[in-house]
């Protein structure tokens, strides 16, 4: 770290996407923040997830068996795109020979959520505020200054990054003036995350 200072991040929004965005910086040995305006995990509907695209980060947590004792496992996944009635239909088993994770996991987002909130929570100089709102930012010289409102206060913070991961409706979005345009495909697409690596070529997953 520059100056021997730990890095100071917030991540706005302690779903999944937020909590395991936290891990890396975490494990890389930043202070982390996380925020949410709920009083704790939100419980939702169940969830699907392939768990080969968990093999680079909540598969790395050793917590595999937890997974899988939290949801049930499935190989086979049907789509229904209810303006065409066209279905598309998903054979995990296909890739059996890439991966040892083939097959997906359906279980709650809060399961999710509790389970990666435990692994943050055990690494050093991490935190994660209930009951707090992002409130609004401006950008310093050397830092983020962050206003954000609790339960009878409201306070001022700076950290060297912000990250947004509080939804479609994102504060921290509207915070900064980012748009969030959108078109909708003249034909159905179905897609999925992948990831390929050869000695010069590196693909970021993506979802469509």
Not at 54 to 66: F, H, N, Y
Not at 83 to 92: A, K, S, V
Not at 107 to 129: C, E, I, S
């Amino acid at each position: 770290m520059l100056n021997n200072r730990r890095s100071r991040a917030l991540i706005v929004g302690a779903g999944p996407t937020g909590l395991v965005t936290a891990l890396g910086p975490a494990q890389a040995g930043a202070e982390i923040t996380v925020i949410d305006c709920a009083q704790s995990c939100r419980v939702t509907p169940g969830y699907g997830v392939s768990a080969v695209n968990l093999e680079g980060t909540l598969m790395s947590l050793a917590c595999s068996r937890m997974h899988e004792q939290l949801g049930l496992t499935g190989y086979e996944l049907d789509v229904h795109f209810k303006l065409t009635g066209h279905i598309g239909r998903n054979d995990y088993r296909l890739i059996s020979d890439l991966t040892p994770y083939a097959y997906r996991l359906h279980f709650g987002q809060h399961d999710l959520a509790h389970m990666v909130l435990r692994h943050l929570l055990a690494l050093p100089g991490t935190r994660v505020q209930w009951n707090t709102v992002f409130d609004g930012l401006s950008e310093e010289t050397n830092a983020v200054v962050v206003r954000l409102r609790g339960p009878g206060d409201t306070r001022t913070l700076d950290f060297d990054w912000v990250i947004g991961a509080d939804g479609a409706s994102s504060a921290v979005r509207r915070a900064i003036g980012a748009s969030f345009d959108g078109f909708t495909w003249p034909r159905d697409l179905h897609g999925d995350e992948c990831a390929i690596t050869t000695s010069r070529v590196a693909v970021t997953p993506t979802r469509t």
